[in-house]
């Protein structure tokens, strides 16, 4: 079928709106029209990696199906659908429900094509890299699957359900899946970007009350008080770690790094209370230095995480749950676009005039 989709045809140049050829959905797949996508950090890292060729990106789309394929179970046309990570559930590790870690996440998320080497879109022939996350959603129709299709409810808002499956999945789920604070917690946070703000979010319906934010965006930092942070730091004004130390009567219990600069990870180590846990979830430098005898002689904690280690079909509906309840207002977050305008969406969420953009036909 004929759709029409933004196309990333190099780093440096924007999105191109074109009309491409969109594959038949096969028998394990679905095919959802588009209502609303937003817009993540991970689409510009990827789009700046310069890949072979055309590509249709997208990960955090949400719409509604429009045909399934016969082996397809559990989701039927016109069922409204919020799409996240491609998982095989078949391996060690999806088999143990850490679906975010299967061991096949680069073929089914990253490879530009299905599976099998297949292409599920074309311009003239040619084929256009898409399948990103199993959904390439910066589209009017996307190509999924089952196991990356969340079923939600009649009266949810798309276009702030969309987020979900990405980046606010990413921030509430480092703070509810992992970190798992209990009231009493001292919880730092570094990046007040929109994973950072949901995360935020997700400590005040954990009931976290000492919660630190740390951006070096004023707004940002005005922001995170407003949404419920005790105090926001500025990293470039002195000493970070003390700050973080001052500002948490000791040290943070708990942290959450988004923002991937080494030196603010390391400085968040380091600022973590004895038997302290920081979670870095941020896509920057491979490499960093930390201080490994503080870490040791504090009995501290550096993980990674994963799509806030979410099996999806069990974490949206529970942040949907939370909405509703108004205990997790992430949709605040979402600044909304036409399709059409998606330079612009990107323009502002790289100036930090949007923190969430979402794109909507």
């Known amino acids: 079928m004929r759709i029409t989709a933004a196309v ?38 990827a789009k700046a990696a310069a ?59 990253n490879s530009g094509r299905r599976a099998d080497g297949s292409a599920t879109m074309w311009r003239d022939g040619t084929p256009v890299a898409g399948s990103f996350f199993g959904q390439s959603s910066f589209a009017s129709h996307a190509l999924a699957s089952a ?12 276009t702030r359900a969309a987020p979900l499956g990405c ?14 604070p209990g009231p009493g917690a001292r919880l730092a946070i570094y990046g007040a970007g929109s994973v950072g703000l949901a995360a935020l979010l997700a400590a005040g319906a954990a009931g976290v009350r000492g919660t630190v934010a740390v951006d070096v965006r004023p707004g940002r930092r005005a922001l995170a008080v407003r949404l419920g942070a ?7 004004a002195g000493d970070l770690v003390a700050a973080v130390r001052g500002a948490t009567g000791g040290g943070a219990t708990h942290a959450l790094d988004t923002t991937g600069v ?15 846990t920081l979670v870095v979830v941020g896509l920057g430098e491979a490499e960093l230095t930390v201080d490994v005898r503080d ?26 749950a939370l909405q509703a309840d108004g205990r997790f207002p992430a949709g605040d977050l ?18 930090g005039a949007a923190v969430k953009p979402v794109l909507v036909w």
Do not use: W
Request: glycine share 10%; hydrophobic share 45%; with cysteine.
């Open 147 to 158: 196991d990356n299709a969340v079923v939600v409810g009649r009266d949810a808002d798309l």
């Open 51 to 109: 890949p072979a060729g055309p590509a249709v990106l997208g990960h955090e789309g949400a719409g509604t199906v429009e045909r399934v394929g016969g082996a397809v179970r559990g989701v039927r046309p016109g069922d409204r659908v919020v799409l996240s990570y491609r998982s095989c559930r078949a391996c060690r590790l999806c088999r143990a429900g850490r679906t975010a870690y299967c061991e096949r996440t680069a073929l089914l998320n």
């Open 295 to 320: 870490i040791m002689v504090g009995g501290k904690t550096v993980r990674g995480c994963v799509e806030g280690d979410a099996v999806p079909e069990r974490f949206i509906p529970r942040l949907l």
């Open 167 to 180: 980046g606010f999945q990413t921030g509430a789920g480092a703070v509810l899946n992992v970190l798992r």
């Open 262 to 276: 080494p030196s603010v990870v390391a400085a968040a180590a380091k600022a973590l209370a004895p038997t302290g």
């Open 230 to 236: 005790d105090a926001a730091l500025d990293p470039d």
């Open 8 to 45: 990333a045809r190099a780093p440096g140049s924007p999105f191109v709106l074109e009309t491409l050829d969109l594959d038949d959905p096969r028998p394990d797949e679905i095919l959802v029209r588009v209502a609303a996508a937003g817009l993540c950090h991970t689409d510009l890292v």
């Open 334 to 351: 979402v600044t909304v676009y036409p399709f059409a305008e998606i330079n612009r969406a990107v323009a502002d969420h790289c100036s």
